[in-house]
Structures are given as C-alpha cells and as structure tokens.
C-alpha cells in the first residue's frame, strides 16, 4: 500500500514561512469524570492538510470539535485565527461561519432541499441574496458533482451523495479551515471513493484541512502531516512517509500493524 | 495541575480528575442549577415556590391531621385551629365505602378473595418467568368468569345486586372487564382494519372512528337510557352489564389503533416468510404476526388500559358509585359535610398509585423492547 | 354456507374449488359480512319500531320546535329564555361546548408548550419540579380534576360580599369571577379600522422583506416591526380619537355583583380543569418533537455559525413541529370530548342541554343522543380532516 504513493507532497518546510491559523496549548477536557484529551499542543499553518488518526475513544473526533467550540474545554488555550474561543458568543458565532466541518453521519437538514441546504448559511450568515447564494450553492454542488440532485430532498440521497452535499453546505461558507469527522465512516465500501475523491480535489485547492479518517490511502495522498493520538494524548505526528516507514512509539506501531493488516 | 502535566513522558499521562468547580456539589449545582443569569432566577424562584407550599401543606396533611374523630365537629374540635388540618378520620370512618361500595359486610370476604385472584391472574399475565406460565394464562382468561360468579353470586353463592357494587371494586370491575375483553375485539378490529377485502376494512375503519369520535359519556347515556330499545322487547338486564358493554366497545377502538400500530411495526419480510411456509392467513397471523405484534403494542395497551382506568369515574354521572361517587355521596352526609378536600386528596392518591405505577410499568416495559431489538 | 350452496348450484366439491379461489372466496366473505350487518342493524331497527310502538312513542324531531321550559344560566352568543326551543337550547348547549373548547385548546396549548419547554430546562430543579406536577395531574382522573376545581371555587371562596376584591374591578367569588367589561364608543370603529389595516400592512411588508432578503441579502428585524407597527398604529389611533372606551366595572348590589362579564363558576372549573390537564399531555408531546430532532441537526446548524434563534427558527421548530402536530391534533379532540364532563358540574353544554334536561323532559332518548353524538362526530372529522392535510403536506420526502 504505501509502495503505490503518489509523489511527496508539498514539503513541511515552505508551511513554516505562513501564518498558524490553529493553536492549542496545554488544552484538557474531561467528560463528567472522564479525562478526554490531555496536555493536547498543537500548531497549524494556514494550509496545512492533516490527518488525525488513532483508535477508537482516542479523543480524535473530541480535538477536533473542540476547534469549532462544538465541544467546550476546561483548561488551555485554544486559538483559531486570531481569535481566543472562550464562552463569548460572538466570537463562536464568527469562528463557526470561517470553520467548515462535514460530519460522519452528514446531518443534512431532511426538511430542505440540497439546494436549500447549500444556501442556507449564506443566507441568513452572510446576509448574501437568494440568487447569488443559489448560484454560488450550484458552483460548489458542481463541484462535488452532483448538480442534478439540487432540487432533491436528502432523503432521496444515496449516503456518498449526501456526504458530498454536506461538503459543498460547508464550502458554500468558504472557509479558511475544514473539519472532517470521519466523513467516510458511516458510508458502504462503494461510496467511500466517491467521497475521498471530492476530499483530495479540495485538498488540492490549498484550503486548511482536519482530517479524522482510518483512510490511510488518503493519508498518504494528501496529508503534509499525520497525528496519532492515543488515550486522549498526541502520541507522534510526523509527515505520512516518515509515520507509516518508521513510527517511533510502539503504540503507534501497535496501531498500524492492526491498521494494515486487512 | 498544567505545570504537573510538563513532566509526563508522551503516552504515559495519568488520568487526572477534573478542576474542582467542573465535578462533584460544586460542578453539578454550578451545571444544573446556577449555569447562567437566567438561571439563578428560576433557580430561586423554584425554592421560593417550594417553600412555601411544602411546609404547609405538610403541616395540614400529616403534622397536624386528625386521624380518630366520630364527626367533623369532633375531629375540628381536636385542631388548634378548626379546619385548619386535615381530617383523615372521615376516610377512615368511610373506608369500607370507599372498598366495597354498598356489598353486604358479612359478604366482602368474596370481594378480598377476588382481590387476590385478581393478583394472581395480573402476576400469571406479567411474570414471564413464572413456572407453569401456561397455565398460568389459562387461568387468567378464566378469571373474569370466576370473579363475576363470586362476586354476584348464584350457583350456591348467596346473591348479590350489581346495584351494591361500588368503590375501589367497581373500579377494577369495569377496568379489568373493559380491557380483557376489549383485547379480542381490538385485535379483530385492527386485522378488520388492514385487511385486503374493502368491504371488511370500511366496516373496521367506520366502527373505529365513530367510537373514538364520540365521548365515554356519550356512550354511557346510551347505555343507560337506549341500550334496550336496540334489543328484543322485555329483555331488560342491569345496569352495570350495560355499562360494561359500553365499556368494552369504547375501549376495543382504542385498542385497535394501538395493535394496528403494532401491526405495523412488524417487517413485511415476517409476512413474506410466513407466506413462503405456506401458512393460511389465520395460522401466519396467529403463530407469526400476532405474538410479534402484540409484543410490541404492550406499552400502548397499558397506556389505554390507563386511560380506561381513569375514565371509570365517569359512570359517577349515570348514578353509579365508584370511589369519587362515594366521595361526593359521603360529603353529602351531615356528619360530615364539608370535608371535600380530604376525598377530593384520598382518591386522587388512590388513581395516582395506580396510574403511575403502570405508566412506569409501561416505561420500563419500552425501554425493554428498545434494547431487546 | 347454507345460503352459498342454495345460489350456487353444483356439488361440495365445486364448493371447495370456489373457497379455495382467492377471488372468489374475497368476494364470499365480503358478500357474508354486509349480509351479516344488514341482518344485525335490520334487527336492532325491527327491535326499536317495536319498542317504540310498545311504549306509544314516535321517532321524530318535531320536539326541537316546542318551549324547552328550563333555564341555561350561561348563554354568552345567543339569547335564551326559558320560552326558546329545544333547537335553540341545543345551540346554546352546542356553542357552549366550543366555547369551552376552543378556550380550554388555547390555554392548554400555552400551558403544554411552557411547560415542555421547561421539562427540557438545563436546571433541574424546574425541571423535576415540572415533572411532578406532570406526573400527578396526568394520572388523576380529569373527572377529579374538574370536581375538585369546581369544589374549590364553591366552598372556599367567599359569597360576593365578601369576594376577593383586586383593584376594586376584579372580584373573585363563588358566583364567578367578574371583571370589568370593555364598552366602547361608536367612533371605536377607526381603531379597528386602523388595526385591520395595520395587520394588512405588516403582511405586506413581510412579503417585502422577504423579497429584499432574496434580492439583496438584506434581513429586516421582521418581528419586531410587525409588532411595532401593529401596536403603535393602534395605540395611536386610539389616542387621536380620544380615548373611546370605558370600562363597565362590576358592581356590589344587593347579594350579586352588577355591570361587568360575569365568567360563571362553572365554566371557570371546567375551562382550568381541562387545560391544565391536557396541558401535561402536550408537554410530554412537545418535549418529545423537540427532542426528536437530532441534536446533529442543531450542531450542523451551529457549526454553519447560525445564530442561536435562527437555528430553532429555521432547523428545530419546523422538523419539531411535523412530529408535534399530529398527536397534538389528537388532544385537541381529547380535550373537546373531555369538555362533555361538564354535566357533572352544571355547566350547560350540548350534553347536559340536549342529552340532559331536554332527554329528561320530552323522553326522546334516541332523537338527542343522536344529536349530541352527530355534534362530536362532526368536530372529531374537521379536526381529523386538518391532521390528514396537514400530514400529507409536511410529509418528508424519502426514498
């Protein structure tokens, strides 16, 4: 598998020069009791293109909502584009218009049409009127390449098909960053590519992304860096070619070896 | 606790408790009670309400309630303040009244052994686990039977007019009648309802909607003032017979939607496999469709039997003295007037222990199936 | 089969070959059961033509037409004497009965909707204290309810001399609650006037700012304006004409109060019996709509940076609301069939005029009952009827 890589991407060292756009320090949450994710230090440049992987219950999905404030936490810091999120409500509410996140179990809206819920957020976020932000929704569903489905409800959606929609409501917000929960996770095997191929175009058009996938392919493929988490810690984070060649820690080795078994 | 945490080596951090003020008294009071401006007010507000209902009432209820007295004048005599507590010796003095209606006293042991019957047959139905279930269920159909002999007699047993019958016993009478035997015709009904043939559907359909259009009370009229004339000249029968019918008929359409659903609820791969057996249409239904359905309606049967259960009160209106009738027939006792609260409170109490054990039955029930499935 | 084998001729086995037909055995069983049910209901009518005959009584319903000799202390819509009709009597008993309707389904739904909204407070001490009060009301009997309420009111407030007296113009007794009584100039009729016309405004404007909102983006408080406009522009013309309104205030005069609307003791039981029970049905209905919609939905929305209030506006409450709608519909009918407990207390609805004192008087069981019973089927189909619309247009579109 990791033989068949496309060439290397977009090495580390010319994201240093750019501005971080996401920055975490000595950040922990706690559910109840229950010790989520633990001294998590982060940094990421503007384009930046990471993957987040590790085992199940390791914190991953729970890092990542925590950037767009869908999830509170207790001690640390969290900054994104300037921007400290803390309880003010303002800030969230712009944060959240600059932070696109696709779901795994997609959440499109059933009472609106794809169309309507491409438009939506640019409506009522961004004050853009009904035509322009119908049109600007058309470009994106284009883009994700089911512009025929617009007038469809999502329930008469295939799984990859509404996974693509939830995409293209997301960029219709032109984010700076896009949050990916597992988008493939609750998908049939055929779908899965459908969805991944939209993900490596939008990778290519330079926009930060947060990938939480199992997809190691497409780790490989796209990401400038992988971040294994374990327990609710960042174990190692290292460039894909570095990460499946030579993990250092034997939790990360442990994780791969069960990764790619199958 | 962040300078602690520099020290770990990466995979080796300890699972530390959470800040002081996010768990324990202080994090869930600061969560439920105080987590914003808004709602501290309320938060106030609901001890201020709590405060100044809970000690009175307490007070009037149990503190300095009056538990033995001959008369209202007697039991008010007893409190510092007249009328200013609660006056239980009245429920006492009525309490057989308010369990056997007018039955003969040197009879009531026939009502306490249906009691008791009565506990078994609900065991047999609801213990699943019970040695000898089958049985068990036998005996339950056979128990209205058994129970309507003891408790009017004949056969041996002394008589007793259906016009005696009244209180607590007259409630599961006509509860416990109206749901056994409205379950039959319901699940009738609801097959009426989703059966192929037009014909058979439009009458199911038609019978259900105008029971479940029109109010018990309604119907209860009809049974006390029309029922006879639909019937042979000179075939009168009493009363509660009549209401009982009444009873059934009304709960049987409420029944039905509610098997309907359940009938619903069942995957037509059940059908298609039932089919492919080669089963008849009664065979698939009663060996394949009807356990399954039925299974899952208990929830919404018990629901119904719940409402029915608090609509017995309403045979008060067509002069029949179930315990709310008994209430308001005792108030109207010289001796005692005056004491409405106290009634009013005993028989609500009494419909509430009973209502809301079942509800939770039914709950609990639900939450059973969810997992199960 | 008896009648099967006269019609069809042939032997048991041709019969066998016919039942084992689906088709043909379909169309047996139908054919059987409307035989059975004509023979049933030709029956139950033989038995009431002889019935009736054996009593010397006719059916008819020429009794509407005659005085109906008794008195309807609460007739709010129509006049009534005791010399009016039966017919009258009935409307008066009908109209009284949606009168207790329609207000006992307004203040149950607000009722029910607060407290829903409560039961899904973060502070859980509103929240258990809600759901205690759910709970016990809900498993009391409404009949209970209605009694009790009823009680209340006669016993223990105080005759009208000694009624509970606010500001002078509301007096509470146990003749009834009297409050003082709008009487309006003639000229009153420029500020309906302006309100309709203001009410005409705003529905314009919203459907102009709607249309801005498409063309440029532009998003107007909407509410706010309509209801400053609304209430502005009546205020205002209430003032430019002068104020024209005085109050009837109830009077003490002799052993009753005078002047002012007197709400009947009666009608005050079972209106606040029948809502505030209902009302714990709907809550639990409104808790579940709400809940019903996926806490996805409202992290979807949020995560796109709507706002708190456009997020229920625009996600919860319509997803909520067709999960709502029909269950409520179905309390809505509860609660109008509830109301016919009424009897118990004296309050004069189309049950205790029609089905009560008119049965009681003419002895025309059959005739009433019918009337009463065709009032409830034909409320029961106008509010069914609305369910089924309102279903199929809300309806989610699915594979």
């Given at each position: 598998m990791i033989e068949k890589l496309k060439p290397e991407p977009a090495i580390q060292s010319s994201k240093d020069a750019s501005k971080i756009i996401i920055e975490i320090t000595g950040m922990h949450k706690w559910f109840g009791a229950f010790h989520v994710l633990k001294n998590i230090n982060l940094k990421v440049s503007t384009g930046e293109r990471i993957v987040i992987c590790g085992p199940s219950g390791s914190g991953k999905s729970t890092l990542i909502r925590c950037i767009n404030r869908l999830e509170e936490h207790q001690e640390g810091k969290i900054v994104v584009d300037d921007v400290e999120l803390t309880g003010d409500l303002k800030n969230i509410e712009i944060i959240r218009s600059e932070v696109g996140i696709v779901f795994q179990q997609f959440n499109l809206f059933p009472h609106l049409t794809v169309l309507e819920n491409c438009s939506l957020a640019p409506i009522w976020v961004r004050n853009m009127a009904k035509a322009e932000a119908e049109d600007l929704a058309l470009k994106y569903l284009e883009r994700v390449q089911i512009?025929?489905?617009?007038?469809?409800?999502?329930?008469?959606?295939?799984g990859g098909q509404q996974q693509r929609v939830a995409i293209a409501r997301s960029l219709c917000m032109n984010p700076k960053i896009m949050l990916f929960?597992?988008?493939?996770?609750?998908?049939?095997p055929e779908m899965i590519k459908e969805v991944l191929d939209v993900m490596v175009e939008l990778a290519e058009t330079g926009v930060t992304m947060l990938v939480v996938t199992h997809e190691m392919g497409f780790a490989t493929a796209v990401a400038d860096r992988v971040i294994f988490m374990d327990e609710g810690e960042i174990i190692e984070q290292k460039p894909p070619n570095e990460f499946f060649q030579n993990p250092e820690h034997d939790r990360t080795k442990l994780f791969l070896s069960q990764i790619l078994a199958h | 606790m962040a300078e602690a945490t520099e020290t770990y080596k990466v995979g080796q951090h300890p699972d530390l408790p959470p800040p002081?003020?996010?768990?324990g008294v202080i994090g869930w009071v600061k969560y439920n009670?105080?987590?914003t401006p808004f709602n501290v007010i309320m938060t106030l507000l609901a001890i201020w309400f709590l405060w100044s209902i809970i000690p009175p009432i307490f007070e009037w209820a149990?503190?300095?309630?009056?538990?033995?007295?001959?008369?209202r004048k007697a039991c008010w005599a007893k409190m510092e303040v007249p009328e200013g507590a609660a006056c239980w010796a009245f429920i006492k003095d009525r309490i057989g009244l308010f369990i056997y209606g007018f039955y003969p006293a040197d009879l009531r042991w026939r009502v306490n052994l249906s009691f008791v019957l009565m506990v078994l047959a609900i065991v047999s139905v609801l213990y699943e686990n019970m040695p000898g279930r089958k049985f068990g269920l036998w005996y339950a159909v056979a128990f209205p039977f058994i129970t309507g002999w003891l408790l009017v007699g004949g056969l041996g047993l002394t008589h007793v007019d259906t016009d005696q019958f009244g209180g607590i016993m007259l409630t599961f009478i006509i509860g416990i009648t109206g749901i056994s035997f409205s379950l039959p015709i319901g699940i009738l009904l609801a097959l009426g309802r989703r059966s192929k043939l037009p014909v058979i559907r439009v009458l199911c359909v038609l019978i259900i909607e105008f029971i479940r259009g029109v109010p018990l009370i309604a119907l209860l009229f009809i049974a006390s003032t029309m029922l006879n004339y639909f019937l042979p000249p000179g075939t009168a029968f009493d009363l509660l017979l009549r209401v009982l019918i009444m009873v059934t008929v009304f709960s049987s359409a409420y029944i039905a939607e509610v098997i309907r659903g359940g009938l619903q609820g069942i995957p037509n791969g059940q059908y298609e496999a039932a089919d492919s057996l080669g089963l008849t249409y009664t065979k698939a239904h009663l060996l394949i469709i009807l356990p399954q359905a039925l299974k899952i309606s208990i929830p919404g049967i018990v629901n119904t039997f719940i409402g029915l259960y608090k609509d017995t009160t309403l045979v008060l209106i067509i002069g029949m003295l179930d315990p709310l009738g008994v209430g308001r027939a005792s108030l109207a006792d010289a001796v005692w007037a005056g004491l409405a609260r106290e009634v009013y409170i005993f028989v609500a109490v009494f419909f509430f222990i009973c209502c809301f054990s079942m509800s939770r039955y039914s709950l609990w029930l639900e939450k059973r199936l969810s997992t199960e499935n | 089969m008896a009648v099967i084998s006269e019609t069809i001729p042939g032997t048991r086995n041709s019969l066998t070959r016919l039942w084992n037909n689906q088709q043909a055995r379909s169309v047996i069983i139908q054919i059987l059961t409307v035989a059975i049910v004509f023979a049933l209901l030709a029956l139950i009518l033989r038995n009431v033509v002889n019935n009736l005959e054996a009593i010397g009584k006719e059916f008819s319903f020429?009794?509407?037409?005659?005085?109906?000799?008794y008195d309807i202390t609460f007739s709010p819509f129509i006049e009534y004497t005791s010399r009016s009709t039966h017919l009258r009597a009935a409307v008066v008993g009908i109209l009284n009965t949606l009168l207790v309707a329609v207000c006992g389904i307004v203040l149950a739904t607000v009722m029910g909707f607060l407290m829903g909204i409560l039961r899904l407070s973060k502070n859980w001490l509103i929240n258990r204290l809600v759901y205690c009060f759910l709970e016990f009301t809900r498993n009391v009997p409404v009949l209970l309810h209605i009694l009790f309420i009823h009680g209340i009111i006669v016993t223990q407030l105080r005759p009208p001399r000694q009624a509970m007296n606010f500001a002078d113009s509301f007096f509470l007794s146990n003749r009834g609650f009297f409050i003082p009584q709008p009487v309006w100039e003639p000229i009153a009729w420029i500020i309906a006037v302006v309100f309709i016309v203001s009410v005409t405004f705003v529905f314009f404007f919203r459907r102009w700012a709607k249309k801005v909102q498409d063309e440029t983006g532009r998003v107007y408080p909407v509410f706010w304006i309509s209801a400053g406009v609304i209430v502005g522009a009546t205020a205002v013309a209430f003032i430019a004409t002068g104020m024209p309104l005085s109050w009837s205030i109830p009077e003490l005069r002799g052993f009753n109060f005078k002047g002012g609307l007197a709400i009947k003791p009666e009608f005050i039981a079972l209106w606040l019996a029948l809502s505030y029970y209902t009302s714990c049905f709907i809550a639990e209905i409104v808790r579940a709509g709400i809940l019903a919609v996926s806490y996805g939905q409202t992290e979807a929305a949020a995560a796109l940076g709507l706002t708190r209030n456009r997020t229920l506006q625009l996600i919860v409450i319509p997803q909520a609301i067709r999960v709502i709608i029909p269950p409520l519909a179905s309390q809505y009918l509860n609660l109008t069939k509830n109301s016919s407990l009424a009897i118990a207390i004296g309050y004069m609805d189309v049950v205790a005029t029609v089905g009560g004192i008119t049965l009681m008087q003419t002895g025309k069981e059959m005739e009433t009952m019918i009337i009463v019973l065709l009032t409830y089927l034909v409320i029961s189909m106008v509010i069914s009827g609305f369910m089924n619309w309102f279903n199929k247009k809300t309806a989610l579109v699915e594979r």
């Open positions: 512009p025929e489905q617009a007038k469809k409800y999502p329930g008469q959606l295939s929960d597992e988008p493939t996770s609750a998908l049939d | 002081r003020s996010e768990v009670l105080l987590s149990v503190l300095d309630s009056v538990w033995t007295a001959e008369s | 020429k009794f509407l037409m005659y005085p109906a000799a």
